[in-house]
């Protein structure tokens, strides 16, 4: 193999490309352009009386009966923002070494090609002359992959404490713990003991409001239970889950460090001692880190995304077939007419 070869194939090179196209695409949330585009991007994109047909056909198909105006609009603007998607992706070469876009030109042409055996580099610069480079699942995958690109912002992804206290800040609702008991049990089961359940449960009690036994020693004591003799950090709402409202309402009535009277679930009988009470509230902000932090870069996503397809909308103009406007109208992307049209040919 040759030494340029070897270097087309090297990680490196890989590395290289993808940087270069993270920095073309930064212009793309950068700059709102509004002068014509790049020499190379066909900044024109129109509807077909055709392409429209098909989309309400898709429509009907789906969901059993025709589009109404607002979902017909919809559509029609899907539709465009999809087409605009798909053209900076393919002028940013965001297809360049993309594994999932050169699977589908594989398998492509191993339907059509008659020759076995051939590498899949040579398959993929094939299918590529022959125009299968544009289709549906292509589409897709590079659509996604620009909306992805459009998320990352060129602000980079760094988060501070600032930040994260403003998120806190404002989801300080959301963000609220219930009132939480941590607690030691011992069970009694129904099923083992029958009649002698709650008078055993008694004859327990006794012993461990004794002193004789330590919390620690109480789940000897106890039968078998799915989940333990330790309970920790159960919300009031969680207990009444697992066993019941009137259990879930004793034990949250109960002083931290004393064994309760025998309180009834579906069961059986329990001797419950709570051990720690944590009140509702906020906890910190560094027990909330990685929570804010994902909230932070969802929230930077959303409006990185929401600022390019803005940007992106002016450098494309789009005709509609059959929209009622004036004929021969034309509008950037995005762009709506007193009638609602994002553009329209009479």
């Known amino acids: 193999m040759s030494r340029l070869a070897r270097f087309a194939k090297s990680p490196l090179l890989h590395f290289l490309v993808l940087?270069?196209?993270?920095f073309a695409s930064s212009e793309v949330w950068q700059k709102a352009e509004t002068a014509a585009p790049p020499p190379g991007r066909d900044s024109r994109i129109v509807l077909s009386r055709t392409d429209v047909e098909l989309l309400e056909q898709g429509f009907r198909e789906r969901w059993g009966f025709p589009p109404n105006a607002a979902q017909r609009r919809a559509l029609l603007d899907q539709a465009v923002l999809d087409e605009m998607l798909y053209r900076e992706a393919?002028?940013?070469?965001?297809?360049?070494?993309?594994?999932?876009v050169q699977r589908r030109l594989v398998e492509k042409m191993r339907w059509v090609s008659d020759r076995p055996g051939r590498p899949e580099s040579e398959l993929v610069r094939e299918a590529n002359e022959l125009g299968l480079d544009d289709d549906v699942v292509i589409r897709r995958l590079l659509g996604e992959k620009m909306r992805l690109l459009l998320q990352r912002g060129p602000g980079g992804t760094r988060v501070d404490d600032a930040d994260l206290q403003e998120q806190l800040d404002?989801?300080?609702?959301?963000?609220?713990?219930?009132?939480?008991?941590?607690?030691?049990?011992?069970?009694?089961?129904?099923d083992v003991r029958g009649d002698h359940t709650l008078s055993d449960a008694r004859d327990v009690l006794a012993k461990l409001r004794s002193g004789s036994w330590t919390a620690d020693q109480a789940g000897e004591l106890s039968d078998p239970f799915p989940i333990g003799t330790e309970l920790r950090s159960y919300?009031?709402?969680?207990?009444?889950?697992?066993?019941?409202?009137?259990?879930?309402?004793?034990?949250?009535?109960?002083?931290?460090?004393?064994?309760?009277?025998?309180?009834?679930?579906p069961y059986g009988v329990h001797l419950v001692r709570v051990e720690d009470v944590q009140e509702a509230g906020?906890?910190?902000?560094?027990?909330?880190?990685?929570?804010?932090?994902?909230?932070?870069?969802?929230?930077r996503a959303k409006e990185n995304l929401s600022r390019g397809l803005s940007h992106l909308q002016t450098r494309y103009e789009v005709e509609i077939d059959g929209e009622d406007s004036a004929p021969g109208r034309r509008t950037r992307a995005g762009e709506r007419d007193e009638a609602g049209s994002i553009a329209a040919r009479g």
């Open 19 to 22: 940087g270069v196209v993270l």
């Open 282 to 299: 906020v906890p910190p902000l560094e027990q909330l880190r990685p929570t804010l932090t994902r909230a932070v870069m969802r929230e």
């Open 235 to 265: 919300s009031e709402l969680r207990l009444q889950a697992r066993f019941g409202k009137p259990f879930a309402e004793q034990v949250f009535a109960l002083d931290r460090g004393v064994w309760s009277e025998p309180i009834a679930s």
């Open 170 to 190: 404002r989801g300080r609702a959301e963000l609220e713990m219930p009132a939480r008991r941590s607690v030691t049990q011992v069970f009694l089961a129904t």
């Open 90 to 100: 393919r002028f940013l070469s965001l297809d360049l070494e993309d594994g999932s």
